[in-house]
């Protein structure tokens, strides 16, 4: 996925781009609005972060002019937490908003859900040997077979399907499973691996355990 | 609160009704003096007539005065009341004829007529006398004719004519204060519609009064609107410093938390990490309060002027699973909404920050892969909208409690809240005349149920 990034604060979007190339997305980083238009001139993006305050200003009404011809969609970014200021960003045509300062995997899941209520116009899917796994609806499809997955099953998949082959460590699984605060053990991933193999069994994909190092999944090629 | 002094209204319908007395008073007067004029002029005219009569009857016959009594010099005194009247005619002192007793008063000139008043017989009179000067025998002897009434006549047609006065001027100082109140009220319209297009404002309508007034209130009005530009200024600068204030405290905030956030992926000892997830758990705690303080202000603010909108709660409820699943799906917590339509009136915003911080709670408070439920019922005059979680129940302790301010159940380890969010939304419903219920679930041994009850519209 291609994001642009438009937030002037360069520690935090920094930051934010290094969390979302992790899970292997592309982003621009525009510092103000008048270079945010010169990058959605020149190529285009599946979503856009925009910040409120910009220094040369007002992100809504950045979103409210450019809304007329930008398909793209748009979270806005916003310091305040009153109602009233998210149904302002709403009006003028975001698809959600988040409340600094906010949680990555936060982030995360209202990408998707703006991504996967846009429909259609994006696709994200990863093959996985004879399984085609769309990451935006939560959907494995094995032919006309079509396994539905949860939000947390989704997300597991979604680390093995970054690593074909790799043995990933329960700990490397544990951080992005679970959000920093909740009190998990490693035990907790061996429920959710666990669960996640029963989920996908007899499609043609297989999560290995591979002793004292962690998980790696294997596809059955035909 | 207001300090009241007598309304201008009032005061200007007495002023107005005080000078009308006045005038009605003056008015009586002088018709009823003028009434007693004319009528003792009307008597003293036909008294002169009368005696002028029987001076033209005098004669000097051998020597003598004869005198023949005219009976229409009587018969004019009897046309205008049924008094008694009295008469004496001297000459040179001596009474030819009439009343001798009968008070005579100082002759003028001679021809001339003159008046007088008296007591005759108990009774005052009124007496007209003429005096003449005859030719008889020896010389001229002066002849005095006098004619006397009593008044009682002439005094009921005055005292008439006062009760006329009376009853007229009664009726002009009642219509005078009718017409006074409604002069009142007329020149005070224009204040009044003044005051009803300021009250029938929206809460946030700070625009300038764009209407035609009177020159008089022409410097209230500017005054007016200088205090509202001055207002409107003061709170957008407010709304303006609080959205900067925010921006500036929680964007280095949210530096802080993701640049942590990626260290902690990238350090391995596991004191590290643990020191990592205080600083991000400090910094969750402090952008929530000083989000649910925000929240608090904002809901405090608008409950002072509180907007009526028509809205359905389901609307809101299915707005706010909207904007909240994705948070909670994150735990694969899922948000089960049974809606029913319920029309209420109210503030969207503050209804809809109610909501989010009642299910915020639900979701906090919820373990993983569990479901809250939003269900709407209502009877006939109340909508409610019940929140149940699966979560470790409210504890034991009282509502008044939980809502109070900053204060958190006393089961609540181990999770980042500031004991704000019940606050809001039971102040939120206490304006809208609506009520915050806590019970923990019915079957269940754990779980909150947390309901807002809300009437009607």
Known sequence: ?222 | MTFETRSIGRRLTLLLAGVAALLSLLSWGMVTALAREATQRTQDNVLAASATTIAETLRSEQGEVRLELPYAAFSMLGAISEDRVFYRVTADGDTLTGYDDLPQPMAGRRGQIVFDTANYVGVPIRIASISRRILAGDGPVLVAVTVGQTRDGAGAIAAELSRLAAILSVAFFLVAVALSAFVAQTSLRPLNEIAAAVSRRGPSDLRPLERPAPADLAPLLTALNRLMARLGESISRSEDFIAEAAHRIRTPLATVRAQAEIALRTVSSEPEKDRLRRIIRAVDESSRSAGQLLDHATVAFRIEDLASDNLDLADLASQTVAAMDPTASMRDIRLHLQTASAQITGDAVLLETAIRNVLDNAIKYSPEDTTVTLTITRNESEACLTVMDQGPGLGDEPVAVLTERFRRGNNTDGIVGSGLGLTIAADVLRAHSGRLELTTAPNRSEGACVSLVLPLA
């Open chain 1, 1 to 222: 996925m291609r994001y642009l990034l438009v937030e002037d604060n360069i520690e935090l979007a920094d930051a934010v781009i290094k969390r979302l190339a992790i899970d292997g997305h592309a982003v621009d980083h525009a510092i103000t609005l008048s270079t945010a238009e010169d990058c959605l001139a020149a190529a285009s993006y599946d979503l856009i972060l925009l910040d409120v305050m910009l220094p040369d200003g007002d992100g809504r009404d950045f979103l409210a002019r450019s809304r007329v011809y930008l398909e793209t969609p748009v979270i806005v970014l916003t310091a305040r937490s009153q109602v009233s200021d998210r149904v302002g960003a709403l009006d003028q045509g975001a698809d959600d908003y988040i409340t600094k300062p906010f949680d990555f995997s936060e982030l995360e899941a209202r990408c998707r859900a703006v991504l996967r209520r846009r429909g259609g116009l994006v696709r994200n899917e990863v093959t996985l040997g004879p399984v085609v796994f769309d990451l935006l609806a939560g959907t494995l499809r094995d032919g006309d077979q079509t396994l539905e997955l949860r939000s947390r099953e989704i997300r597991l998949l979604e680390v093995f399907a970054r690593h074909p082959g790799q043995i990933l460590s329960k700990s490397q699984l544990m951080e992005r499973l679970f959000s920093y605060d909740t009190a998990v053990t490693e035990n907790a991933i061996e429920v959710y691996v666990g669960r996640l193999r029963r989920r996908i069994d007899g499609i043609g994909l297989r999560i290995e355990t591979v002793r004292g190092l962690g998980y790696r999944i294997e596809t059955s090629d035909p």
